[in-house]
């Protein structure tokens, strides 16, 4: 066995025996999601969630503020689910082809299931509830509240029903986005683009094909997947499952469906000698292009290289920088320690080498070494990165 693998295994092993610093960092396991046809997020002002649905069973997975996990066999065959700060909700389908919503409630546990009347009309792609109406897609939309029933004229046929911040939307096959409420549908934004939507923050959606979008009419930019919008700003994991935010916080869902979530702002706040956050940086995803940098963040006015040359094409190295009006600061890459562009065994040795004080790293290099951005070096990150570098 070599040496490196003598020190992995011996690092390893000191991960699995220490707790996580949970003022920057929690994670938890949800495996129980892994048996979800599909995954899902929802953020809200307070909470955030990561939710699913497999046949009969209805999963809701509070991450944000604090884990909670919620599941309940319903009365039929799950055809689609929707969320909101408080509940999640499920179409179900009888045996019989009748539909009904079944209702969550993440408070307390308790489900019931309001029985459908137009089911012959209903499109179960999606829905939405919100304010105690249920938006269905049928020849248009039409919302039920109690004995009410609305009609919702867009002047465009609906791709899709979603909630965001406990308010329904519809997007129209144009890509026209309305809020809907008691019949009325009241414009918000057009998309620049013509994919279906996911909730990527409150008051954000992401689009199928990475566009980040301000339901209020914000600007537009294009992320990797999935992506949030945090109070910090933009964070994405291309390597996750789904990814959720409020506030300073952001979880990510990997594919082992161990759950973690992150603290910004305990991060940044972080005092020791390793700590990696100051407002002089910008952090991002090994693998990140140029062209994806300028998508995210349409304020900078220039990136370049290491010898201060222009970057205007290629994979982003640690140790490039960027330029926005007032201000300047270095680039960041996680993972890429050794400041060549790439994630490898270079990266593992300089950080294992720190770890055990035969080479300190400092500036970029330690920042890009600190993977769970908890502002400090240690035996966690190692893990991470061999991971990474796999």
Same mark, same amino acid.
């Given at each position: 066995m070599t040496k490196r693998a003598l020190l992995c295994l011996f690092f390893l092993a000191l991960f699995l025996c220490t707790p996580f610093r949970a003022v920057a960092e929690t994670a938890s396991d949800l495996s129980v999601l892994s048996s979800a046809k599909r995954i899902f997020s929802y953020s809200g002002k307070a909470s955030a969630y990561f939710y699913?649905?497999?046949?009969?069973?209805?999963?809701?997975?509070?991450?944000?503020p604090s884990a909670a996990l919620r599941t309940v066999r319903t009365g039929g065959v799950i055809r689609a689910v929707?969320?909101?700060?408080?509940?999640?909700?499920?179409?179900?389908?009888?045996?019989? @082809?009748?539909?009904?919503?079944?209702?969550?409630?993440?408070?307390?546990?308790?489900? +019931?299931?309001?029985?459908?009347?137009?089911?012959?009309?209903?499109?179960?792609?999606?829905f939405a509830v919100s304010d105690s109406e249920v938006f269905l897609l049928t020849d248009g939309v039409t919302g039920i509240c109690g004995e009410r029933v609305y009609q919702y004229a867009l002047g465009d046929s609906a791709a899709q029903l979603f909630v965001n911040g406990n308010r329904a939307y519809a997007l129209t096959d144009s890509g026209n986005i309305y809020r809907l409420s008691k019949?009325? +549908?009241?414009?918000?934004?057009?998309?620049?683009?013509?994919t279906l939507v996911t909730n990527a923050g409150y008051g954000v959606v992401l689009t199928a094909d990475g566009i980040l979008c301000n339901l209020n009419g914000g600007r537009q930019y294009g992320v990797a997947q999935p992506a949030v919008q945090t109070d910090s700003g933009v964070f994405s994991d291309s390597g996750a499952i789904a990814a959720a935010a409020v506030g300073e916080q952001a979880a990510v869902l990997k594919p082992d469906y161990s759950c973690v979530v992150f603290n910004f702002r305990e991060a940044e706040g972080g005092s020791d000698s390793n700590s990696t956050a100051t407002a002089d940086k910008l952090t991002v995803s090994a693998g990140t292009t140029v062209k994806q940098l300028c998508n995210c963040c349409p304020?900078?006015? @220039?990136?370049?290289?290491?010898?201060?040359?222009?970057?205007?094409?290629?994979?982003?190295?640690?140790?490039?920088?960027? +330029?926005?009006?007032?201000?300047s600061g270095g680039i960041v890459v996680l993972g890429d320690v050794s400041c060549n562009g790439a994630v490898n065994g270079t990266d593992i040795d300089a950080v294992m080498s720190h770890l055990v004080n035969c080479q300190s790293l400092s500036g970029y290099a330690l920042a890009a070494a600190d993977l769970d951005r908890n502002g400090s070096l240690d035996n966690r990150d190692l893990v991470l990165l061999a991971r990474l570098a796999a």
């Open positions: 699913g649905f497999s046949n009969q069973t209805l999963y809701s997975a509070r991450v944000i929707c969320h909101d700060e408080n509940s999640v909700y499920a179409m179900c389908e009888s045996g019989k @082809g009748d539909f009904s919503v079944g209702t969550l409630n993440l408070s307390n546990g308790a489900y +019931a299931e309001q029985s459908l009347n137009c089911a012959k009309d209903i499109s179960y792609t999606s019949g009325n +549908a009241a414009f918000c934004t057009a998309l620049n683009t013509h304020e900078l006015t @220039g990136i370049f290289d290491e010898s201060g040359q222009p970057f205007t094409a290629g994979v982003l190295k640690t140790g490039c920088s960027a +330029a926005w009006n007032g201000g």
